[in-house]
């Protein structure tokens, strides 16, 4: 019940393209849903977060769609650059619990 | 403009060493996370802490492991008698006073640990 499945594990788009991660949880008690992303030797940086009142939240490239009556929620990351190669986790956490549950990570490489 | 410190970057251990990690949150972040993450694998969140509490450590070895965060000074990851399994890189996370409401994360770079 605490996990977030994230696919797919692995990704690769071309230049220019669209990049899509998928994020699926259990506990309906999650209200807080962050994007990381992490580079090879650092550590993960917020990207995007979203909160359950709301369907999709854009920030320049990088949008979060929200679907709450399935559970799931997903990264998309229009035209897609070299620079956006990296990890991305998906994560949850609830209001007061502060723990903060991660998916197993994306790699996307963005091919020039 | 200081983020999440920690050090070391790299720390090498024999089997049955001790091993210390440390974090420096950001500047005004009284809560403190620690999370594992193994290669190619997310991050297990490990503990909660905030100053002089621990709040959450469900996801701590029963064994082994501990953390601290004092009144003063960074806060503590001790690994006692690490064994080959602990290598990992371990990474610190603060946020600001919540109340009720998430805050985000910041994470430091994180600390490898290889156990010889």
Redesign the interface.
Known sequence: QQQVK?SPQSLIVQKGGISIINCAYENTAF??F?W?QQFP??????LI?IRPDVSEKKEGRFTISFNKSAKQFSLHIMDSQPGDSATY?CAA????G????????TRLFVKA | NAG?M?NPRHLVRRRGQEARLRCSPMKGHS?V?W?RQLP??????MV?LQKENI??E??MPKERFSAEFPKEGPSILRIQQVVRGDSAAY?C?S?PL?G???Q???????TRLSIL
Not at chain 2, 40 to 45: M, R
């Open positions: 994230q209200d807080y962050p990381y030797g650092k550590g993960p940086a917020l977060a986790f956490s609830k209001a007061g502060f723990k903060t549950i991660f998916g197993a990570g | 999440v920690q809560h996370y999370y190619e694998e997310g991050l297990k969140f909660y709040i959450d469900s996801g990474f996370a946020s919540s009720n409401s998430n985000p994360q910041h994470f430091g770079d994180g």
